[in-house]
């Protein structure tokens, strides 16, 4: 061992002196391996080497020269490889041990479980191990107690304070579980109600990190799409509005020299059909560009809403009057049940009125002739609730939510003249409004149900009202 040492050490130097550049690569090497090398075994070897070191000092005292060659040469590899394993390594020395090294490859097995199955083998290995534990403390105590030897009691001891360490390290685990349990509880409630910014924070080194980075995700992914969805909207919105506001300048000179044409003397007679039909067409073209500016306006948010005091009873009665002439063309009955007193609620009247008048001209334009369309409006916990039916002229083999989509009609053979915007106009105008507006669909009866606060008479000026 002494020549081996001795010639180990004049190779280093003559390695050293010949080819300094392949030194560092060496000393790379040897920090590699002793970074992968556990801390107690270094720490052994070490041990026995002082040990064997010290047997040779005491046995071969009449040897100096020996001795003190030998202590030289054990001294300056021993400081070479800890120098070299402090400069590759640093505090990862201390890092590389019995404990972190089990504590790892029981991550690796946990790892390979499903998160449910994963605690309860935590829970079955900490319970393994809590029992040999206390079969060992009972049989180490046991024998220092009959021997009345202290080395045994302490042992025992030792295994206690490791079992009560276990067992604390456990719960602080499971507390901390329970800790990211109720955030992603609460996280999930805020992007329940909205909130896609917020990040999920966990705990340092959970159990949840993959839930965490599966819910950071989603939000992400639902920000994204939500930011899209609007943009597209936002342009869609856009376009509307622009194509509806560039239409009306020549829509209006049409309507102008149409009304022109129409008062011109000695025309023929099919002349004049062409200019009514021209008539009747620029007309609900005009309506038509209506609907789209105010769908668009409502939609984006521009729209302006007068809340003011009213009567939804006498506002459902004016609408229903101005219609008076169109009814009586319809061969429609309408049965109208309103209360005797007043139903106050709080809304803009005038963006009200287009919303009746747009369901009342869609029971007429759609419900099958000689039937009833009923209206009726009463008062329901605090609500003021108008529900309207009519029983429909056409096959209505659509949802209540496909037919309140724009540009949908319940004709599919798009016959009638309505342009598949009245409900939609209907619905965001209601909401805009401060009401609810439903729509059902059973059978051949159509059904829309709108819903208002009715407010109270002490907040409400009748004069106003």
């Not at 790892?104 to 029992?131: D, H, N, T």
């Not at 390290?169 to 999930?188: G, P």
Request: proline share 2%; aromatic share 10%.
């Amino acid at each position: 061992a002494f020549i081996g040492a001795l010639i180990a050490t004049i190779g280093l130097f003559v390695f050293t002196a010949l080819k300094p550049e392949y030194k560092e690569s060496l000393d790379r090497i040897i920090g590699n391996i002793l970074g992968k090398t556990l801390i107690e075994l270094k720490v052994f070897a070490s041990f026995i080497l002082w040990v064997i070191l010290g047997e040779i000092w005491s046995r071969y005292y009449w040897l100096a020269l020996f001795r003190y060659t030998l202590l030289t040469l054990v001294c300056f590899w021993w400081l070479y490889l800890l120098w070299i394993d402090i400069r590759a390594n640093g505090r990862n020395i201390l890092t590389k041990n019995i404990g972190r090294e089990m504590k790892e490859r029981y991550r690796r097995l946990e790892g390979k479980r499903s998160f449910q199955k994963a605690q309860l083998f935590r829970l079955y290995s900490l319970v393994g191990i809590e029992s040999i534990l206390i079969f060992f403390t009972f049989i180490f105590a046991l024998i220092g107690v009959a021997n009345s030897d202290l080395s045994f009691i302490l042992i025992a001891i030792a295994l206690v304070l490791i079992g009560v360490s276990l067992f604390f390290l456990y719960v602080r685990r499971y507390v901390h579980n329970l800790d990211d349990i109720s955030k992603i509880i609460n996280h999930t409630e805020l992007i329940k109600q909205g909130d896609v910014k917020t990040k999920l924070q966990l705990s340092p080194d959970p159990d949840l990190y993959m839930l965490e980075n599966n819910l950071n995700t989603i939000q992400e992914g639902i920000a994204k799409a939500v930011e899209s969805s609007i943009k597209s909207e936002r342009m869609k919105v856009e376009l509307i509005t622009n194509i509806s506001h560039d239409l009306k300048t020549p829509l209006t000179s049409i309507i102008s020299y149409v009304d022109l044409l129409s008062k011109e003397q000695d025309l023929p007679e099919h002349v004049k059909d062409f200019i009514r039909i021209l008539e009747q067409k620029a007309e609900r073209l005009k309506i038509l560009i209506q609907d789209l500016f105010d769908l668009s306006k409502v939609v984006s948010g521009e729209m302006e809403f007068e809340m003011k005091p009213l009567d939804l009873g006498k506002l459902i009665e004016q609408t229903l009057a101005d219609l008076d002439d169109k009814i009586n063309e319809s061969q429609l009955v309408f049965r109208v049940n309103l209360p005797s007193s007043a139903v106050p609620i709080i809304s803009d009247g005038n963006k009200l009125y287009r919303v009746f008048l747009n369901l009342f001209q869609n029971a007429l334009k759609y419900s099958f002739k000689g039937t009833r369309v009923y209206v009726d409006l009463v008062k329901e916990d605090g609500k003021a609730v108008v529900t309207i039916k009519n029983t429909a002229n056409y096959e209505m083999n659509f949802s209540a939510e496909e037919i309140t989509e724009r540009f949908v009609r319940g004709d599919k053979a798009r016959s009638g003249e309505g342009s598949g915007l009245g409900l939609a106009i209907a619905q965001n105008f209601t909401r805009s409004c401060g009401g609810d507006f439903e729509v059902k669909v059973d059978g051949d009866l159509f059904k829309v149900i709108l819903s208002f606060d009715i407010e109270s008479d002490k907040n409400i000026d009748r004069d106003d009202m």
